[in-house]
C-alpha cells in the first residue's frame, strides 16, 4: 500500500477573491485518501498592511512545517506573487525539500520579459530548481517547457475543477431577463469592452446588463453613463457561493471578454455547470478547451463589434442557446473534483518517486 503524503500548500488566503482562492478552498474541501494538505497563506487581501503581516507570519511560520512534509506546493502568479515564493522557497531550498510550482497567470510571459536580467535569472532558478511544474493548458506547458528548458514529464496539464451545480432559486433582486459578466471589474478582463459592445445592442430588445465583482466600479459605471446605456447597466459588487449560484441560475449567458486566461476560469467552468451559454474571447487558455458555435462562443479579443454582434444572434436563437446549455453540461462532466484531486495526487507521486 503506498504511503500516505504530507504536502505543503502555499498560497493565497483560501477566503480570499478569485481563481486561485477558489482552487484552493476546493482542494483543501474536497482532500483525497492518500494525502494529508497543510495550508499555509503567504498573501491575503485587505491592504497592504494585512497583506505584508500575512507574508510575515508566513515566513516565520514556514521553517516550522517543512521537517515534517514530503512535497510543498506553490501556488504561483505573476508580479508580488511571484517574489514572494521566491523569498519563501530560501526556506524550501534550505531543507531540501522537493516542490511543484503551479502557474496560474495569463500575463506571466509579459512579466518575464519586462524584468532586467538578474531578476529573470532569479526566476529561472526557481524553475531549474523545482521538482515539477503544473499549468492550466497546453499553450501554458510549451511556454514553461521552452523558456525555462525543463524536462516534459515534469511539466503537466491540469484543468481547473467544477463540482455540478447545485438547484437554487433565481435572484429575484436582479432585472429579468440579463446577461451576466462575473469577475474583477478591469480592462484587462475586458468589462469595458462589454460594455461597448452592450451599448451597440438593440435597445429595445436586449436584456438588462448585470456586472457583479470588485475592481473599477465606480470608473465603468462613468463608462456606461457616457454611453448611454447605465440605467440598464448593474453593479452588484463581488458575490460568492449560493449568491453567485443564483445569479448564474438567472443569467440569459455569461459574458467574460478577457484579454488573456491562462486557462478557462472558474467562473466560465461554473456558468457551464449551471447549463448558462458563455461568451468569452478566443485565446489560447480558452479554445484549448472551448468550442466555438458547439459548447461556447468564442469572440476576437477587443474587439466590441463582433461582441455585440454575437450576443445579438445569440440572444434571437432559442435552439442555439440550449445547445450551449446542453453540450457546456457536458463539457464540464470531464472536470469533476475526483478527477481533478486523483490526477493531481499521481502527479505528485510521479514526481517524489
Same mark, same amino acid.
Given at each position: ?269 461554473? /456558468? ?23 459548447? /461556447? ?21 432559442? /435552439? ?34
Amino acid at each position: 500500500m503506498a504511503k500516505k503524503l504530507r504536502v505543503l500548500m502555499i498560497g493565497t488566503s483560501p477566503a480570499g477573491r478569485g481563481g486561485v482562492a477558489t482552487l484552493a478552498q476546493m482542494m483543501l474541501q474536497e482532500g483525497h485518501a492518500d494525502i494529508t494538505i497543510d495550508y499555509l497563506a503567504s498573501h491575503q487581501s485587505g491592504g497592504r498592511v494585512r497583506a505584508g503581516l500575512c507574508f510575515l507570519k508566513a515566513w516565520l511560520v514556514l521553517p516550522f512545517l517543512l521537517w515534517r512534509v514530503h512535497l510543498v506546493h506553490l501556488h504561483l502568479s505573476k508580479e508580488g506573487s511571484c517574489w514572494r515564493k521566491y523569498l519563501l522557497l530560501h526556506w524550501v531550498w534550505l531543507f531540501s525539500k522537493p516542490y511543484l510550482l503551479h502557474c496560474h497567470s495569463g500575463g506571466f510571459a509579459d512579466f518575464y520579459t519586462s524584468l532586467p536580467s538578474q531578476k529573470r535569472e532569479k526566476i529561472n532558478g526557481m524553475f531549474a530548481k523545482a521538482a515539477g511544474v503544473m499549468t492550466v493548458s497546453r499553450h501554458w506547458k510549451d511556454y514553461y517547457l521552452r523558456q525555462f528548458h525543463l524536462l516534459p514529464e515534469r511539466v503537466k496539464v491540469l484543468r481547473n475543477m467544477v463540482r455540478p451545480a447545485l438547484p437554487v432559486a433565481r435572484n429575484n433582486t436582479q432585472p429579468q431577463p440579463y446577461l451576466l459578466y462575473l469577475g474583477l471589474i478591469h480592462a484587462t478582463k475586458g468589462a469595458f469592452d462589454l460594455l461597448d459592445a452592450y451599448s451597440l445592442l438593440p435597445a429595445s430588445t436586449c436584456p438588462d446588463l448585470v456586472l457583479a465583482g470588485n475592481g473599477n466600479i465606480d470608473e465603468a459605471k462613468a463608462y456606461a453613463q457616457k454611453l448611454g446605456v447605465a440605467e440598464k447597466v448593474h453593479f452588484s459588487g463581488w458575490v460568492a457561493g449560493e449568491e453567485k449560484a443564483a445569479l448564474l441560475a438567472g443569467a440569459t449567458a455569461l459574458c467574460l471578454p478577457s484579454h488573456a486566461e491562462a486557462g478557462v476560469p472558474f467562473v466560465v467552468m461554473e /456558468a457551464l455547470a449551471a447549463g448558462v451559454p458563455v461568451v468569452v474571447s478566443d485565446v489560447t487558455g480558452m479554445r484549448e478547451l472551448l468550442t466555438d458555435g458547439d459548447n /461556447a462562443l468564442l469572440v476576437p479579443v477587443s474587439d466590441s463589434k463582433a461582441l455585440a454582434g454575437r450576443l445579438t444572434a445569440l440572444l434571437e436563437d432559442e /435552439a442555439k442557446q440550449q445547445h450551449l446549455r446542453l453540450r457546456g453540461k457536458q463539457l464540464v462532466q470531464q472536470h469533476s473534483p475526483d478527477m481533478y484531486m486523483h490526477q493531481l495526487v499521481a502527479f505528485y507521486r510521479q514526481l517524489l518517486a
